[in-house]
């Protein structure tokens, strides 16, 4: 028998091969904070060769600390203090001279010196002093001792423990913040000298200067955390009206749903005409909820029979209220309620990036693809979902690299929201959500099309890596009699892998075989994930 024309046909394999050939052969260096109050704040030490060592304080900066702080989770750098504020350490200086962009997911990534090749001594060891929050919140927010949940002294929780706000510059433009991240309404007083009793804890925040446009009292400028010169007789309180004016509903998550204000004793809807992300940006701050990343239109969060309020809704974006920006007179419309208009809000301290996880697989580093938006997990799309998309996954996740981009819900389909479509990384960011993709929410997707990704695992040993390397240029050399075996009619192989129908970084049909692409190999096995059970459909 002729052999066939291998020539296009192999391109599947050579894509495969090329991904294999970019495996990690270690992980992130391994990263701690020593001798503070909490495991977000300390000396700074890294793990290399087996033994832990310090980190010179020589350029040391606030961007350096971030990436310290988003590698160990810990939300957000507060202070990055330097001449071993936090005592010296008695292990090798392994890094100095560190200079971080701020982007980077591990501090090992960051530009520095050779590993212990500088000069420096204990009294220079760094530190970091993080928020200690999960990054999809603001510092937690709370009003004690007064006669209601919006009235009371002033209290945010830091470093596992509620401490006060001293009044020193303290006014209304403060007050309207707090109030607005408690969705609380308006500022009704701010009462002068710990006029809702002392507190006994902490005094973590002092000389407070808000715009009062902020989302989180965290946002405005203030002395570093726990500095400050005051007594307990002088905590700061906030009295707000209470009841909010504007909620959004029919979502898992108050910072994403339906508009809906209050008038005349009544909530109803907005109507989505003209409604665009400027608006939503003015919604989610008066909730306190972060950045607005979606303004769809069309009822995404159902239709209601509550009256339309509002129509052609234009703000400028610096407005705190939404009944700040032009609109026609209340009730004055020419909508139906399937024009009804929809925000989604990060919900998330606008320098953070959205958690990752990767479920329904063999182990962490494979699965399908979900982020965690506005207090819920959510599938991504796998429209244009291709290795570079999956690169990104892998590295966030600190993973090693991407070996696999299984579309049609790989790993079985989701049930939550689907929050990302047309996904385009160009597989140098450090995050997902850094990537250029549709708006939050926005897609024309079902769970069928859930993206996934097979990670190489971090710490894959160089022996590992070769082996694997090793059999898939046995698949590639023997490909083709594989290939006439299978025409002959020899047994079944495992389950064909197919390659899909070519979209941004996927191989797809083959115009030499004039058929879609098909690998006779069980490449999952050789990655060493087992692919599931999945529904036929």
Request: charged fraction near 20%.
């Amino acid at each position: 028998m002729a052999p066939r024309d291998w020539g296009a046909g192999n391109t599947a394999l050579l894509v495969l091969l090329g991904w294999l050939g970019g495996l990690s052969v270690s992980e992130h260096a391994q990263l701690r904070l020593v001798n503070g109050s909490s495991r977000c704040s300390g000396r700074v030490e890294v793990l290399h060769n087996q033994q832990w060592g310090t980190v010179c304080d020589e350029g040391w900066d606030l961007q350096d600390a971030g990436v310290v702080c988003r590698q160990l989770g810990c939300g957000t750098a507060l202070s990055a203090p330097g001449l071993a504020e936090f005592g010296e350490g008695s292990d090798p200086i392994w890094l100095a001279e560190v200079n971080c962009t701020g982007t980077e997911a591990a501090l090992s990534e960051c530009r520095t010196s050779p590993w212990g090749g500088k000069n420096c001594t204990h009294r220079k060891d760094a530190g970091v002093d993080c928020s200690g929050l999960t990054i999809s919140e603001h510092t937690q927010l709370r009003l004690v001792n007064g006669p209601s949940r919006c009235a009371g002294r002033v209290e945010v929780l830091h470093d596992q423990q509620w401490g006060a706000v001293c009044n020193h510059s303290w006014d209304i433009n403060d007050a309207k913040v707090v109030c607005r991240q408690l969705a609380c309404g308006a500022v009704l007083s701010v009462p002068d000298k710990a006029w809702f009793g002392e507190g006994s804890h902490p005094i973590w925040l002092d000389e407070i200067n808000c715009t009062g446009t902020e989302a989180s009292l965290t946002e405005c400028r203030a002395r570093l955390w726990g500095d400050h010169n005051c007594t307990h007789e002088e905590d700061a309180s906030v009295v707000c009206s209470e009841q909010s004016q504007l909620r959004l509903v029919n979502s898992q998550s108050r910072c994403t749903g339906r508009v809906e204000v209050l008038h005349n004793q009544q909530w109803g809807i907005v109507c989505d005409h003209s409604w665009d992300l400027r608006d939503a940006g003015v919604v989610c701050r008066q909730l306190g909820c972060g950045t607005a990343l979606s303004a769809p239109g069309r009822a995404p969060f159902g239709q209601s029979s509550d009256p339309i309020w509002l129509n052609d809704v234009h703000c400028t974006g610096t407005e705190v209220d939404i009944t700040e920006c032009r609109a026609k007179p209340w009730g004055v419309h020419n909508c139906t309620h399937e024009e009804i208009a929809g925000v989604v809000c990060s919900g998330l301290s606008i320098s953070e990036p959205a958690q990752l996880q990767l479920v329904n697989g063999p182990h962490r580093c494979a699965g399908r693809v979900e982020v965690f938006l506005s207090q819920q997990w959510g599938t991504v799309c796998d429209d244009d979902w291709d290795f570079l998309d999956a690169r990104v996954v892998c590295k966030q996740l600190g993973c090693g690299m991407a070996s696999l981009a299984p579309h049609d819900a790989h790993f079985g389909r989701g049930s939550h929201l689907i929050w990302l479509d047309q996904v385009n990384c160009t597989g140098t960011e450090a995050a997902l959500s850094e990537c250029r993709a549709r708006p939050w929410g926005v897609h024309d997707c079902n769970h069928a099309e859930d993206a996934s990704v097979v990670c190489s695992e971090p710490g894959m040993s160089l022996g590992v890596w070769l082996l694997r390397s090793a059999l898939v240029l046995l698949l590639l050399v023997s490909a083709p009699i594989i290939t006439c075996i299978l025409e002959k009619g020899a047994p079944t192989l495992p389950e064909p892998l197919r390659t899909g129908n070519g979209s941004k970084g996927q191989p797809g049909e083959d115009p030499a075989m004039g058929e879609e692409s098909v690998i006779y190999a069980n490449v999952p096995s050789l990655l060493g994930t087992q692919r599931p059970q999945r529904e036929m459909y």
